[in-house]
């Protein structure tokens, strides 16, 4: 081994001048770097915007107890999502279904009903988006009958599309990624508990994103958290999950001018300042907050009307 005080001959300037190994990456110092983003900062629009597909379970019954339970403000989730995706961006339904939102569906319907939706003809649209909001575990998640379902297997669907290929394949995702809770790291001593609603959660591990260019997943939180529902409402909320609430506000007011990852970023803002209350079986009442993500295999800028 040569010692520390011992000069190297070698000079930077023979490693600049050093030849490279062939390799068919992109050299960085060539002049093909960097690359014109024109050609793809933006993707290219149909004659219409999109289809949509909304599975929303929001009535469990376990098969082995026999108990009902309920995922309250999921239903109200729904209907928002609905009339954003028909009023305000004029997506379509899926053609094989009588409506754009399917509710409280077995293992079996979920199944049918997504791999119907992504062997439809998208070729006169921009895109297609499908939004699943249930209770799950680990990577998957629960029908009606608590019954659980790989979600990789529904999203690797629509990789297999021919007229989606090239186009967005948008995905948004209401539930739990982990039993983890996120709470605050100062808690406002300005806010009484008295006032910080009271909250309940999905338990699910959403998986990561398939290995293929043009998809996009919205996670209602970060991984390995709960993500919440409010329980009630007031002037300042209404009554449903953080993460659908704020996703509908913020598509409303900027899908003229943001485009998808931009509304996104306003969204993990809106839900980050969010504050609820809700009980464990270890600390009792605690304070909770949560952080939406978002995964992106797009290749460019997407919005969700075409830019005039």
Not at 91 to 97: G, I, P, V
Not at 99 to 116: C, D, G, H, P, Y
Not at 122 to 132: I, W
Request: proline content about 4%.
């Amino acid at each position: 081994n040569r010692s520390s005080d011992q000069k190297s001959d070698v000079t930077s300037s023979d490693i600049i001048s050093a030849k490279k190994p062939k390799s068919d990456v992109i050299d960085v110092d060539s002049d093909d770097w960097p690359v014109d983003t024109a050609s793809y900062t933006n993707y290219t629009y149909e004659k219409k915007i999109g289809k949509v597909l909304i599975i929303n379970n929001y009535k469990f019954t376990s098969l082995k107890t026999g108990k009902v339970h309920e995922r309250k403000g999921s239903k109200e989730d729904g209907d928002r999502l609905v009339d954003l995706f028909t009023k305000t961006l004029k997506f379509e339904k899926s053609e094989n279904q009588r409506q754009m939102q399917l509710s409280n569906l077995t293992k079996n319907r979920i199944i049918e009903a997504v791999k119907l939706f992504s062997k439809e003809d998208f070729t006169d649209y921009s895109c297609c988006a499908f939004l699943l909001m249930s209770h799950g575990k680990q990577s998957q998640v629960l029908d009606v009958d608590e019954t659980p379902i790989d979600i990789p297997e529904l999203l690797n669907l629509f990789r297999k599309s021919e007229t989606l290929y090239g186009k967005p394949k948008l995905f948004f995702l209401q539930a739990c990624r982990g039993e983890d809770i996120s709470i605050p790291v100062v808690a406002p001593d300005s806010d009484p508990d008295d006032d910080i609603p009271l909250v309940d959660s999905d338990i699910i591990d959403l998986p990561s994103m398939p290995n293929s260019a043009d998809f996009f997943i919205g996670y209602a939180t970060a991984f390995g958290d709960k993500s919440f529902r409010y329980l009630d409402s007031s002037k300042e909320r209404e009554y449903g999950s953080w993460y659908m609430l704020r996703l509908v506000e913020a598509v409303k007011k900027y899908y003229k001018e943001l485009d998808l990852a931009e509304i996104h970023s306003v969204v993990n803002h809106m839900v980050s300042r969010d504050i609820g209350r809700m009980t464990t079986k270890r600390e009792g009442m605690v304070k909770v907050k949560q952080a939406p993500q978002y995964v992106s295999s797009l290749r460019g800028k997407f919005y969700l009307t075409e830019k005039a």
